[in-house]
């Protein structure tokens, strides 16, 4: 009866999970989570190695695909080099995939908000 994560993607690269309810003739997609949301283990990484709460995560839009691939956090070496350690660096990779207008400036709210050196 209990829920599981599955994992879900585009080509070869994680995006999120399904998280499904095996029932004893079928699976239930009960909902999906971008990578980043709560109970994901990168979400447990974003709080174990930043200390970003779900809370925080949310306010700097790091819950939603286009800060990956379409915001400026990829040219920022010590920020992306923090995503991928969360496990969440790849999706800097899925930019031909997001149709976005034009590219967020985000970097440096992500950057005072962890307080790393300018």
């Not at 990168?42 to 779900?54: D, G, I």
């Not at 819950?63 to 991928?84: E, G, V, Y």
């Amino acid at each position: 009866g209990a829920d599981l994560l599955v994992e879900y993607g585009i080509q070869s690269h994680r995006i999120g999970y399904l998280v499904v309810r095996p029932m004893p003739d079928m699976v239930l997609v009960r909902t999906f989570k971008f990578l980043t949301m709560s109970g994901t283990p990168e979400s447990r990484a974003l709080h174990r190695e930043l200390k970003l709460t779900q809370r925080e995560v949310t306010w700097l839009g790091l819950d939603d695909l286009a800060a990956f691939t379409h915001s400026d956090l990829r040219d920022d070496p010590q920020i992306a080099a923090l995503i991928d350690r969360c496990g969440c660096g790849h999706l800097f990779d899925l930019n031909d995939h997001d149709f976005t207008a034009a590219p967020k400036a985000m970097a440096s709210e992500v950057r005072r908000y962890l307080r790393l050196a300018a």
